[in-house]
């Protein structure tokens, strides 16, 4: 690989601010000039390489500000934990609606209860049913919003396109 001709520009010392730049820039393999730049528009958070650095497919190049994606998946994840709590809190509840049913179901003597009654349980059992549906479809958006997130942690990388 050869020298570069013209040195690359240095940002002078009184305009680095917080230890971050931000900036638009070429990477140069040997072979030929690939253009990059991320997904997403941000503050440069870490540079992972230097001028005349070699680098491999898939390499972390640069990494932007993502404290709001990162924010993002914790609170999916708190969600995801969350729905799973009410999933196991539906199942409590519907298993003792059935229960409950199964016992006014089982007494033999008609006047012992009122079909009132068993009215209610089954109703009972019925919203304890649909609480737990609920439950579960919460998990699995809570799941969708961690992928999500995920995706857009992926999105702050930028990676290196090939050899060079």
Do not use: F, W
Not at 151 to 158: A, C, D, I, K, N
């Amino acid at each position: 690989m050869t020298e570069p001709t013209i040195p690359p520009p240095r940002v002078p010392d009184g305009q680095v601010a917080g230890g971050t730049v931000a900036g638009a820039g070429l990477v140069e393999p040997s072979s030929e000039l690939v253009e990059l730049s991320p997904l997403v528009p941000g503050v440069v958070d870490r540079l992972l390489v230097t001028a005349g650095d070699r680098v491999s497919p898939g390499q972390l190049l640069m990494v932007l500000d993502s404290r709001d994606a990162e924010a993002a998946l914790v609170e999916a994840e708190a969600a995801r934990r969350y729905a799973d709590k009410a999933v196991a809190s539906a199942r409590v509840d519907a298993g003792n609606a059935r229960r409950q049913l199964e016992l006014l179901l089982g007494v033999s003597d008609p006047a012992a209860v009122a079909e009132q009654q068993r009215l209610d349980r089954r109703q009972a059992l019925a919203a304890a049913e649909a609480r737990l549906v609920l439950a579960e479809a919460d998990v699995a958006r809570a799941g969708a919003r961690i992928e999500t997130a995920r995706t857009e942690l992926g999105r702050r990388q930028l990676r290196a396109p090939a050899a060079g």
